[in-house]
Nanobody
Framework: VQLVESGGDPVQPGGSLRLSCAAS????????MSWVRHIPGKGLEWVSSINSGGGNTYYADSVKGRFTISRDNAKNTLYLQMNSLKPEDTALYYC????????????????WGQGTQVTVSS
């Protein structure tokens, strides 16, 4: 199993970024997938999840209305569109495979990427 994130960059407040996560080594379309971020000094924070077919999405209150999770099962790729970025969104963003079918917490996710850094600053 391999998960490779990309798309992180420095960006000004109010800006947008799209993160991607390329998956390989497993049947991507069979799994819920999630984005989790690590904020220095605060630890891990679950951001968003999507079911295997892509029809159901879930968001943390802190990003609801600004972030959109999606997936392309034909391309084995997970996305996170981030709009109206705030300095408090600065974090290392990970994609992770959720083997619990959306019922678990990040400490139950079984495979993680290496992360991509998002820095929101003027």
């Amino acid at each position: 199993v391999q998960l490779v994130e990309s798309g992180g960059d420095p960006v000004q407040p109010g800006g947008s970024l799209r993160l991607s996560c390329a998956a390989s080594g497993f049947t991507f379309s069979s799994y819920y997938m999630s984005w989790v971020r690590h904020i220095p000094g605060k630890g891990l924070e679950w951001v968003s999840s999507i079911n295997s077919g892509g029809g159901n999405t879930y968001y943390a209150d802190s990003v609801k209305g600004r972030f959109t999770i999606s997936r392309d099962n034909a391309k084995n790729t997970l996305y996170l569109q981030m709009n109206s970025l705030k300095p408090e969104d600065t974090a290392l963003y990970y994609c992770a495979r959720d083997p619990t079918g959306g019922r678990g917490s990040p400490n139950e996710y079984d495979h993680w990427g290496q992360g991509t850094q998002v820095t929101v600053s003027s």
